[in-house]
């Protein structure tokens, strides 16, 4: 079964912790995006890679770190720098060669407490 | 960089009735406009996109029109029934960009029954 998972799907943190999300997909695309989301706000880039041991900071990069030593991983930390961490996050893929649709997870609640 | 705006940001229909959204965006270098329909609680699932060499494209009940003129495009959703009842999202692709998508802020639609 092909796609993108996210884990865990709800995590709850205390105030000052790191936290570590995790994005997994099997469909063998290059690409990989991180994205935030809050209510009323849209969706906004976090960060971006295309190739492993590569990746761009999005719009919203501050306060976040990622790592790509995997093509199918691409896990996001959010860390204490991160002054609002409260959202919802999604993870996507695209395949590169010129294909431009992005491929949802089902996303990652994290509740800072 | 590019700039997407999304209208309205909330739109009820009776079931049946026609529901359209309209996004602008701002870059005359995009070239692929999509479509996400995302669900309470989960990812967006990309539902129509566009390419800026076509003007329509149709799918069942769905169809997106482009005006590369006016750097418009628009969803219309005919025969609407409750299970459309959701969150859309419009976004525009720079080509040059590395794949990245420039989301609008969404649209809650609600069909009523």
């Known amino acids: 079964d092909g796609g993108i998972t996210q884990s865990p799907k709800y995590l709850f943190r205390k105030e000052g912790q790191n936290v570590t999300l995790s994005c997994e997909q099997n469909?063998?695309?290059?690409?990989m995006y991180w994205y935030r989301q809050d209510p009323g706000q849209g969706l906004r880039l976090i960060y971006y890679?295309?190739?492993?041991?590569?990746?761009q900071k999005g719009d919203i990069a501050e306060g976040y770190s990622v790592s790509r030593e995997k093509k199918e991983s691409f896990p996001l930390t959010v860390t204490s720098a991160q002054k609002n961490p409260t959202a919802f996050y999604l993870c996507?893929?695209?395949?590169?060669?010129?294909?431009?649709?992005?491929?949802f997870g089902p996303g990652t609640r994290l509740t800072v407490l | 960089g590019e700039n997407v705006e999304q209208h309205p940001s909330t739109l009820s229909v009776q079931e049946g009735d026609s529901a359209v959204i309209k996004c602008t965006y701002s870059?005359?270098?995009?070239?692929?406009f999509p479509w996400y329909k995302q669900e309470l609680g989960k990812g967006p699932q990309l539902i129509i996109d566009?390419?800026?060499?076509?003007g329509e494209k149709k799918d069942q009940r769905i169809a997106v029109t482009l005006n590369k003129t006016a750097k418009h495009f628009s969803l219309h959703i005919t025969e609407t029934q409750p299970e459309d009842s959701a969150v859309y999202f419009c976004?525009?692709?720079?080509?040059?960009?590395?794949?990245?998508?420039?989301f609008g802020r969404g649209t809650q639609l609600t069909v009523w029954p």
């Open positions: 996507a893929s695209r395949e590169d060669r010129g294909r431009d649709t992005q491929y």
């Open positions: 870059d005359s270098a995009s070239n692929y």
């Open positions: 469909l063998n695309h290059d690409a």
């Open positions: 976004a525009a692709h720079r080509g040059s960009t590395l794949g990245r998508l420039y």
């Open positions: 890679s295309q190739i492993v041991n590569d990746f």
């Open positions: 566009i390419r800026s060499n076509v």
